[in-house]
């Protein structure tokens, strides 16, 4: 009860903020679009338009090919860059460690870890991530570290949901972080709703939801596109297209040219960026971010980029990415390169790295060392007390929650001496109600 009267009194604040800012107007206001009809007397279906150009700002060799894209912040270059092979090297050691059985389970991002710290540092760090699952470029941007991850990969007492959501599910409301959901889709009406809730309440800051080209096929990727064009929502769409949707590729995927032209039929503007260029991320994301905020409407991005390695350490892509399939795939991925080799000539010709090459060699095999105890540190740190869990979701427990809180410790007291209750923490958390973001606060 106390549950549903938290969610009434919700209701009446957002339905009493409201008003008439609720409903979209600007669509009214360009009524005469919606009825204005071009007629003519010439039969023809219309098959097809013109394929969506994908933009980049560097060449394969990391030369500037667009010079209104010239980055100027040297802080941020370097740090996109640092990120981007720290994730690298991360990926090869927490991959490995899964294999020895020391995590439960790791997502790669081989040629794709461009796109979370571009992206990252074109938005602003108070703007709103809802994420698919490849997005530890951006959660490094906003200052994790390796160990931060291995913490909520494994639900342990560093993780800030406390190992409440499902491994990898980050959710870390300092860092405007939002809940990551599971099932494929579902995140992208998340942003879209979130990004709604910014424009009625006039907040000059917008919501990234990133999704991949699988998600693009779910039924709630069009109801959030459709939601956030008809009633505007601060939302900057991010499509990851990686060719592949676990072992679905895109060609069995969709029969259009990609995700970009969908953003047309829905109203909104759209583009595609090349996902191996972190500087045309960047400006992209920047710019799409300014739009957003200027039409008080959604925007959505398509990055083009090749999934390097298996879905996750539950897939085995060479199954079905054969030798044959790959001879075919050859002269795009000659296409688009190394986002790492990219980047870092680009800003060794501009004179920010000295020595490319070393400088890769040197920053990797820090990460590499940093990894390393980061993952014998995880070994050793407990996760939450077990009360934890039934904390955190009504204001006042209810007597079945109490009831069922009351019959785990009964077990445990019979039959404790079969469960390893030593790896879990034993002092409690205390958990914050009275969060003014859409996740809860955690402190200890």
Same mark, same amino acid.
């Given at each position: ?27 009214? &206001? ?15 279906? @219309?098959?097809?338009?013109?394929? =969506? ?16 894209? /010239? @980055? &100027?912040?040297?802080?941020? #270059? ?15 050691? =927490?991959?490995? +460690? ?8 790791? $997502? ?36 994790? %570290? ?10 342990? %007492? ?11 599910? !980050? ?16 995140? @992208? ?18 919501? $990234?939801? =990133?999704?991949?080209?699988?998600? +693009? ?15 505007? +929502?601060?939302?900057? =769409? ?6 592949? #949707? ?5 060609? /069995? ?6 995700? #970009? ?19 045309? $991320? ?47 795939? &050859? ?20 004179? *920010?790295?000295?020595? !490319? ?19 014998? %540190? ?14 955190? $979701?009504?204001?006042?427990?209810? *007597? ?13 007291? &019979? ?30």
């Amino acid at each position: 009860m106390g549950f549903c009267r938290y969610i009434r009194q919700m209701l009446r604040q957002v339905f009493n903020r409201l008003g008439k800012a609720g409903i979209r107007q600007v669509s009214w &206001k360009n009524m005469d679009y919606y009825y204005n009809y071009e007629f003519t007397n010439k039969m023809e279906f @219309i098959d097809h338009t013109k394929r =969506f150009p994908v933009f980049r700002a560097l060449d394969l060799e990391g030369n500037l090919i667009n010079p209104e894209c /010239d @980055i &100027k912040d040297k802080a941020k #270059a370097l740090k996109i860059l640092n990120i981007m092979i720290t994730h690298r090297e991360m990926d090869k050691v =927490f991959n490995s +460690s899964h294999r020895q059985g020391r995590i439960t389970f790791y $997502v790669t991002h081989l040629y794709e870890e461009a796109i979370g710290p571009a992206i990252a540092a074109g938005i602003q760090d108070n703007d709103f991530a809802v994420m698919q699952c490849r997005e530890h470029g951006l959660v490094l941007y906003r200052g994790y %570290t390796p160990e931060d991850i291995l913490h909520t990969i494994k639900g342990s %007492t560093g993780d800030p949901a406390l190992g409440k959501a499902l491994t990898f599910h !980050f959710a870390d409301p300092k860092r405007c972080i939002l809940p990551l959901s599971a099932p494929m889709g579902s995140k @992208i009406g998340h942003g879209a709703g979130a990004g709604y809730a910014l424009r009625v309440k006039g907040e000059k800051r917008i919501v $990234v939801t =990133f999704f991949g080209d699988g998600a +693009s096929s779910e039924g709630d990727c069009h109801a959030a596109l459709n939601f956030a064009s008809t009633l505007g +929502s601060q939302t900057l =769409f991010v499509c990851r297209n990686n060719g592949y #949707a676990i072992s679905t590729p895109i060609y /069995d995927q969709y029969a259009g040219d990609g995700i #970009a032209p969908r953003g047309i039929g829905y109203g909104m503007p759209a583009i595609k960026v090349d996902g191996c260029d972190p500087l045309a $991320v960047y400006f992209v994301a920047q710019q799409a971010r300014k739009k957003v905020l200027e039409r008080q409407g959604p925007v959505l991005m398509e990055t083009i980029a090749y999934r390097g390695g298996d879905h996750s350490t539950s897939d085995s892509s060479a199954l079905y990415r054969t030798p044959e399939v790959l001879a075919k795939l &050859k002269p795009f991925l000659d296409s688009i390169g190394d986002p790492i080799q990219r980047f870092g000539k680009y800003l060794e010709k501009k004179g *920010w790295v000295t020595d !490319f090459p070393n400088y890769n060699e040197t920053l990797t095999k820090q990460v590499n060392a940093e990894c390393m105890k980061a993952t014998q %540190t995880i070994e050793n740190t407990p996760f939450p007390n077990r009360s934890i869990m039934f904390d955190g $979701v009504y204001e006042k427990m209810p *007597w079945n929650v109490t009831e069922q809180k009351e019959e785990l410790e009964a077990h445990l007291k &019979k039959f404790g001496n079969v469960y390893p209750l030593d790896h879990f923490k034993q002092q409690h958390f205390f958990i914050s109600t009275q969060s003014t973001t859409s996740c809860l606060l955690y402190t200890s």
